[in-house]
């Protein structure tokens, strides 16, 4: 039988799965190593990481998973998924917290100073230095919860 929501389900675990790759390889290679580069050009990285990013394959991942998720929220609020709910209704919670409102309250302000910068000032380097001690802690919690949001998805599919 076709069942819409768990379509929807589907594509959230992949929306929530890409982006906690996507997360992870930021914390465990790209972050650490514009740490082993001059400042300037780490600076001048990321500002086009932050430019590049922002096209519409990406904004589709980003944008409707969050939104999807929150539909997945009030469904299974009602009761439609009845004791799936209670692995469904954390995952998607998770994933708008941890991957979503943290990226647009913490991360996407990080980025957007650091785009006004001028990566080969001395106020460059001290933004960068800040930049980066603020910027990859809060990028792990947004990895964890994408991956703990996925988990959750999965296990609640198992219950449907």
């Not at 929150?70 to 709910?85: D, K, P, Q, S």
């Not at 001028?118 to 964890?144: A, L, M």
């Amino acid at each position: 039988m076709f069942d819409i929501n768990v379509i929807i389900i589907l594509i959230i675990i992949a929306g929530s799965s890409i982006l906690s790759g996507l997360f992870f390889v930021f914390s465990n290679t790209i972050m650490k190593a514009f740490r082993e580069i001059e400042p300037e050009a780490g600076i001048k990285a990321m500002q086009q990481i932050n430019i590049t990013i922002l096209n519409p394959l990406f904004m589709i991942v980003f944008m409707g998973t969050p939104l999807l998720s929150l539909y997945l929220v009030v469904t299974a609020w009602t009761g439609v998924f009845a004791a799936a709910g209670y692995f469904l209704i954390p995952g998607g919670l998770i994933h708008i917290l941890g991957s979503f409102i943290v990226t647009i309250v913490v991360n996407v302000p990080l980025n957007n100073r650091l785009a006004a910068v001028d990566p080969d000032s001395s106020i460059g380097r001290q933004i960068w230095e800040e930049y980066h001690s603020k910027w990859v802690p809060w990028n792990h919690v947004r990895t964890v919860a994408s991956l703990i949001a996925v988990c959750c998805l999965s296990i609640g599919l198992l219950f449907i």
